[in-house]
């Protein structure tokens, strides 16, 4: 497991958008995992927390909002019973956006282990 600082003007200007928006809805522990190599459905997971349900739906829309101004849409989006995590797929990169106890029981940052963490500044 590597970690490095990377900053967002290094990313993809559409991952750096999402990524943006959920800066902009005050999203907490914001990572982006590196798949590059590791999975063939994705490039990159990013992964957010909210502190509740209500910011997570926000969090989400932000950075739907965000990316439909690029002329960009996810190809899925799903929301998990209870409004605890919201999945969207981009195809290139996927969005999680999870409440701190779901984060930590899906624990993709374990589950992804050998992908590079890029930490973001929230």
């Not at 600082?5 to 928006?21: F, I, Q, R, Y």
């Not at 809805?25 to 063939?40: F, N, Q, T, Y």
């Amino acid at each position: 497991m590597t970690e490095t600082k990377l900053t967002l003007n290094a990313l993809d200007p559409e991952l750096k958008a999402a990524v943006s928006a959920a800066q902009e809805k005050k999203a907490a522990d914001i990572l982006v995992l590196d798949l590059r190599g590791l999975a063939s459905f994705t490039d990159f997971f990013l992964i957010a927390t909210g502190t509740s349900h209500r910011q997570i739906k926000s969090i989400a829309d932000e950075v739907e909002r965000s990316l439909r101004s690029m002329k960009r849409r996810p190809s899925h989006v799903e929301s998990f019973p209870r409004g605890e995590w919201i999945l969207m797929d981009y195809m290139d990169f996927v969005v999680h956006v999870f409440t701190p106890m779901s984060r930590e029981y899906y624990d993709l940052e374990r589950l992804w282990g050998d992908a590079q963490k890029i930490a973001v500044a929230s």
